[in-house]
């Protein structure tokens, strides 16, 4: 039997609604005492970067009256019938207690930050690990038919697969219309009506970006792109991730099938690790992997996420500084001074440092689901997945 759709009662919709509202307090409360950063379009998100609701925020002057509603709500979302719901929120309510306390000045340590907001394994891959990703991207490298050490093979790759910074708009245009006509295909119909416009943007600290509400997907033009990694960004970003994800979970809270807090998104929460764990798996929901190069890809796109876990992880936990974290990412992700640059900025703010772990754990999470799923299971997987808020384990409760 599918866990399809979770299953909605009144009490948890009324209990969702008041959820909604703390959230939007403490999201303007947190605002109020924001410091000018060094990073703009990190900070101006806040704590919710996007709400599609029309509720009122509660009104608070201190974080202890955060902190008192939330431990509250937390009591009497034990009440409600749903076991994959009831789970989902004690873990959700949890990381906001946990980000409140840490706001409200609270000595956490990373490792704890990582666990207590996101609710995944804090621990950082191994030498062996990252060893295997290497030997397997060799591997991969060898079968195209590129000679010599991988560091040699990968920059023959990337020159060979690389996208012009003159056509990058406009390829993006393609890519993105040709990912939407299979979502509409194979998984959402509801997304024919939808567009996106790629815009290229310089000086910020991340790769691609998705403002759903604009309509837009932003890409980091200081970096340069194989055509697969666009393809990546492209699947993660829009068409079948985060565009696709937060218009279905839209129109299900418009119909009153989802609860509120589907229409909220949160930094640095247990929903975190699924929302970005979406992103990373959509090329594979649409079967955009066609290639070797795409394969290629694949590989190389784990080693980045991981490698981004592991440098924010030395950072935060291990003390390490900024030149012995860009020789790990030199070493091991090859990355390009460019790209490790705004690496470093991504990782090195307050807010978005344990964050950085929702990719591959998430990615992790929903991969483990899917990949065992017969071709019979998998709509059903999807209405579960975008219609039903989730956590790195609730999503793993899927049947």
Known sequence: ??????????????????????????????????????????????????????????????????????????????????????????????????????????DISFREKV??????????????????????????????????SLVEKVKQWELSQNVPSKQIESVLTELLAQAKERVVQKMFKEMEDVTVTPVVLTGVPYSAYCDYVGGKMYINGDLSYTYESLKHLVAHESFPGHTTHMRIRELAVQTGDTPLDAALVITNTASSTVFEGIGDNGIHFINWVETIDDEIYQVFQEIKSISGLNA????????????????????????????????????KHGLRAPFIYSYWRGNEAVQEVYRKLPETNKQAFYQFLYKNMLSADTVKQFR
């Not at 891959?125 to 038919?145: A, M, T, V, W, Y």
């Open 312 to 347: 924010a992880h030395m950072i935060h936990a291990e003390q390490k500084s900024d030149a012995e974290v860009a020789s790990f990412l030199r070493e091991f992700a090859f990355g390009e001074e460019s790209w490790i640059l705004s690496r470093l900025r991504f990782f």
């Open 115 to 148: 666990r207590g907001l996101l609710y995944v394994n804090e621990n950082p891959f191994s030498l062996g690990e990252r060893n295997h990703l290497h030997n397997r991207l060799d591997q991969l490298l060898s079968k195209k038919g590129l000679k010599g």
């Open 1 to 106: 039997m599918s866990t399809q759709t979770v299953g909605f009662e009144a009490l948890d919709l009324k209990l969702s609604r008041d959820y909604t509202k703390i959230v939007l307090g403490m999201d303007e409360f947190y605002r109020k005492g924001l410091s000018s950063g060094t990073e703009a379009s990190l900070d101006r998100e806040g704590l919710v970067p996007i709400n599609l609701t029309n509720e009122s925020a509660n009104q608070y002057t201190s974080w202890n009256g955060i902190l008192s509603d939330l431990e509250d709500l937390r009591t009497r979302f034990v009440m409600i019938q749903s076991e994959i719901r009831r789970n989902y929120m004690q873990q959700q309510i949890g990381s906001l207690i946990t980000l409140a306390q840490w706001c409200s000045g609270k």
